[in-house]
């Protein structure tokens, strides 16, 4: 079984300045995915980045940065120039590369509140 | 194009009761899985289905079941609730549903959820 862990249930940042969330995972695959999801308020789940697990390059998307390290089986995300509307639980999530497809494996999240 | 859509948004039902939630999936979407998130916890895997078939169960108890319609939309059933079922219920679309190899990393397009509080 697939487990991840993020330690650290909040996290403050203010505007402008660059955060980092932790995210470790545990698993015994050699192939898999890993995610980082955001749910602001509206409580909708929405994909931020995605990594492949067998790309050594680590995922960039506009703001939002991984730092991807397969053998300590660590996921961090980089949210650089921080905005209000980063305000949001931020969750890392696992997915096998085979077997059924939707089954993430989410970890208890990371609230982050970005302050003026 | 609309988004995934679930209803109701909120539902308050007492013990033993019996509830299903409803969810329509993004146009072109065949693949429907539903999520259970109690508060302060990460989203669990409770069902997918592709084609209306059952191609995944999470680890819930039989009181959970669901089913899929011809025209992709999905619903959700808990029998005999439980204090401990009220939580943020999730549904997600993905076109494929890991059909084909390498599939298992299509994106996942989440809803708003349908909160359900048991009294």
């Known amino acids: 079984a697939q487990t991840v862990t993020q330690s650290q249930p909040e996290m403050s940042v203010q505007e402008a300045e660059t955060v980092t969330l932790s995210c470790t995972y545990d698993t015994s695959e050699n192939n898999y995915y890993l995610f980082w999801y955001k749910q602001p308020p509206s409580r909708q789940m929405i994909l931020v980045i995605r990594?492949?697990?067998?790309?050594?390059q680590n995922a960039t998307e506009n703001r939002f940065s991984v730092n991807f390290q397969k053998a300590a089986k660590s996921f961090s995300l980089k949210i650089s120039d921080s905005q209000l509307g980063d305000t949001a639980m931020y969750f890392c999530?696992?997915?096998?590369?085979?077997?059924?497809?939707?089954?993430?494996?989410f970890g208890t999240g990371t609230r982050l509140q970005v302050t003026l | 194009d609309a988004g995934v859509t679930q209803s109701p948004t909120h539902l308050i039902k007492t013990r033993g009761q019996h509830v299903t939630l409803r969810c329509s999936p993004i146009s072109g979407h065949k693949s429907v899985s539903w999520y259970q998130q109690v508060l302060g916890q990460g989203p669990q895997f409770i069902f997918q289905y592709y084609e209306k078939e059952e191609r995944g169960r999470g680890n819930f108890p039989d009181r959970f079941s669901a089913r899929q319609f011809p025209n992709y939309s999905s619903e959700l059933n808990v029998n005999a609730l439980l204090l401990g079922d009220s939580a943020l219920y999730l549904c997600?679309?993905?076109?494929?549903?890991?059909?084909?190899?390498?599939?298992?990393?299509?994106?996942?397009?989440f809803g708003s959820g349908t909160q359900l509080s048991v009294l």
């Open positions: 999530a696992f997915i096998r590369a085979t077997g059924t497809a939707s089954k993430l494996t």
């Open positions: 997600a679309s993905s076109r494929q549903g890991g059909r084909s190899p390498g599939a298992t990393n299509e994106k996942l397009f």
């Open positions: 990594q492949e697990a067998y790309k050594q």
